[in-house]
């Protein structure tokens, strides 16, 4: 039995066989053109969009991270800033408060100092007249124990022994 | 009680049956089926792919884009290179489909008993030997031309007829010109194994459709309850695996008979 008589007994007909093979080459056409390379389109084209949104969210974490960054450097540098001028506020309330502990005292003292002038004043003349009126009652007394006026020599000389 | 559990038929006829005639060209049962599945891959590609597959995929797409992958991944465990295996994915990718569906369709029951003038006018393609031997033959042919392609006619009919190697081999020593004779030898049988893809390939494929057939009427005939279902469920992974494996023998022979360098190129 030789290999063609093998094959007409399978049903081999080249005929059929070229008929199949058309139908197969057909079919190869459409999935090639229509099926695989649109296909193949989409997978590539997903892919690009999908790295192209991961490169993007990328570069934004990055300029996420770099604002972050840079927000908490300005943070820092407004916290210092403030520390500062707190500082120098306190600085400052501490310097007015001393300055006007001094002023107050320096008033209080030239408040006392002109009290003090007044009382003094008050004082010298108090005593002008304590004396004054100690030289009258001295004079008096004596008038009344002598019998006689005084004249303003005399009053003026007792008035001086008492005083001294 | 024995009929009741049996239903005995016919075995399928091992050349399908030719329906009707086309001037001298005639119709078989397989190329009506085959032309079958030629048209639902056509409103695949004209009505799914072209108006509704985006680039957001609805859950379809998702499942014909796994399956895109699904052969790229397989053809490049083969050609060990993605963009080697993206170029050959329409011809491996079409024989895998094509070969797919026609191993699957034919286990839709009752698809035997639509019949035109008293024949059968559905037959899976690969249980026809004309398709597997169209096949193999066109496949052995396309590798033979890429073969030719990637090392020149001179360097394609060098692999099969060694000359130039016994000459210098038998220059440097005997030895070396006693294993050139035999590398002479071995490219001769070269060209048998050539011939023989086509019969291994397409045999292998009939056989194993063809027999799948036989013995659902024989499973059939002999307990017609369970069974078959276990058969048929069978049939599916027989059925997936054989376009597997003709689809992988083709990558592998296409990459066997392309020029070294060129196959590291693609890597």
Redesign the interface.
Same mark, same amino acid.
């Given at each position: 039995m030789d290999f063609a008589e093998i094959l007409s007994k399978i049903g081999f007909d080249w005929k059929l066989a070229l008929a199949n093979l058309i139908n197969f080459l057909i079919i190869f056409y459409l999935l090639k053109k229509f099926a695989f390379a649109p296909i193949g389109r989409i997978i590539r084209e997903r892919k690009d969009r999908i790295d192209e949104g991961l490169e993007k969210a990328n570069r934004s974490e990055e300029i996420l991270n770099a604002s972050k960054k840079k927000s908490d450097e300005i943070i820092a540098g407004a916290k210092e800033e403030a520390n500062k001028i707190i500082a120098k506020g306190y600085e400052q309330a501490r310097q007015s408060i001393e300055h006007a502990a001094l002023e107050a005292m320096k008033k209080q003292e030239e408040i006392l100092l002109r009290a003090q002038k007044g009382i003094d004043r008050e004082r010298i003349s108090m005593e002008a007249r304590v004396r004054e009126e100690m030289a009258e009652l001295v004079a008096g007394g004596v008038k009344k124990i002598i019998k006689e006026d005084i004249t303003p020599a005399v009053k003026k000389s007792i008035l001086e022994k008492v005083t001294s | 009680m024995l009929n009741f559990l049996q239903v005995k038929s016919d075995l399928p006829?091992? /050349?399908?049956e030719?329906v009707f005639s086309v001037g =001298? @060209?005639?119709? /078989?049962s /397989?190329?009506l089926l085959?032309?079958a599945?030629?048209m639902a891959?056509?409103v695949?590609? @004209?009505v799914c792919?072209?108006k509704y @597959? /985006?680039?957001k +995929?609805g859950s379809g797409q998702t499942f014909?884009?796994i399956l895109?992958?699904g052969m790229i991944d397989m053809i490049t465990q083969i050609t060990a290179s993605r963009s080697m295996s993206?170029k050959m #994915? +329409?011809?491996i990718?079409?024989l895998f489909?094509?070969i797919g569906i026609s191993n699957l369709i034919e286990l839709i029951p009752g698809l035997g008993s639509i019949t035109f003038g008293g024949k059968a006018i559905f037959r899976a393609?690969t249980s =026809? @030997?004309?398709?597997t031997?169209? #096949?193999a033959?066109?496949m052995i042919l396309v590798i033979q031309a890429a073969s030719i392609k990637s090392w020149g006619l001179f360097g394609y009919f060098g692999k099969y007829f060694q000359f130039k190697e016994i000459f210098t081999g038998f220059r440097k020593n005997t030895g070396e010109g006693m294993m050139s004779i035999i590398n002479f030898l071995i490219g001769l049988m070269d060209i048998i194994s050539e011939v023989a893809k086509v019969i291994s390939l397409s045999f292998r494929l009939?056989g194993n459709i063809y027999a799948g057939q036989v013995m659902a009427v024989i499973i059939m005939s002999a307990l017609a309850y369970a069974l078959p279902a276990v058969w048929s469920s069978l049939g599916i992974l027989f059925g997936v695996v054989q376009a597997i494996v003709f689809g992988s023998l083709i990558a592998a022979y296409y990459m066997i008979a392309l020029k070294p360098q060129e196959e590291s190129e693609g890597k």
């Open positions: - | 006829a091992i /050349s399908p030719v =001298d @060209f005639p119709v /078989s /397989s190329v085959g032309f599945i030629l891959i056509a695949f590609c @004209f792919v072209k @597959f /985006s680039i +995929p014909v884009e895109y992958e993206e #994915l +329409p011809l990718g079409s489909i094509f393609p =026809d @030997f004309n398709t031997f169209a #096949l033959f066109a009939f």
